[in-house]
């Protein structure tokens, strides 16, 4: 099974990225992420057994998340695949540190994951899109801050309608 580690956020913060989407997607073209895909990938595992999804979802439910918050104020574009999305402009430590960490947990436990690759928080909200994206005519002023409280494991299954999400365990709340 095809796994990773996300952030998600709730389901109103969701419903506005998706507008922010559909904005985007009536100018650009492209296809949309539904809303029930948008999350914040941490470490992506790829294919695990099912001992090794055992394990994160024992581990995850003792690790702790502080709570944080996250200002998605950037919108960028990945030219292959025409991937647009969003991001903070200067990603806040604590969302950094939160990502080392559970890369250097991951690297103990001895799952492969990808812990080198550059760190680039975002949220994609189209596929296959061509055209370039211009900043000041799309994000809402301020841009959206979004808080954060949990990680969650999430099982990717590729289909012929696109990709389908399954949230399989999360992290507790913190204490603090």
């Known amino acids: 099974m095809r796994l990773f580690l996300a952030l998600t956020p709730p389901l109103a913060f969701r419903q506005r990225l998706g507008a922010l989407a559909d904005r985007l997607q009536a100018e650009l073209g ?4 539904p809303d ?3 999350h914040l990938t941490l470490a992506f595992l790829g294919e695990q057994d099912s001992e090794t999804s055992e394990r994160l979802t024992a581990w995850l439910h003792n690790l702790e998340v502080f709570p944080s918050s996250l200002e998605l104020d950037h919108l960028g574009q990945f030219t292959r695949p025409g ?7 200067h990603p806040p430590d604590t969302l950094l540190e939160l990502r080392a960490g559970l890369s250097r947990t991951l690297s103990s436990m001895g799952i492969a994951h990808q812990p080198h690759r550059h760190f680039m ?10 055209s370039p994206v211009l900043q000041a005519t799309h994000l ?3 841009g959206l801050r ?14 012929s309608t696109g990709s389908h999400y399954l949230c399989l365990a999360s992290s507790t709340l913190s204490r603090r």
């Not at 979004?146 to 289909?159: F, G």
Request: no cysteine; charged share 15%.
């Open 146 to 159: 979004w808080h954060y409280d949990q990680v969650h494991l999430v099982q990717s299954t590729l289909t």
């Open 36 to 38: 029930t895909n948008l």
């Open 140 to 142: 809402p002023e301020g």
């Open 121 to 130: 928080p975002h949220i994609s909200l189209l596929r296959k899109v061509h």
């Open 30 to 33: 492209g296809r949309r992420i």
């Open 83 to 89: 991937i647009v999305w969003i991001g903070p402009q």
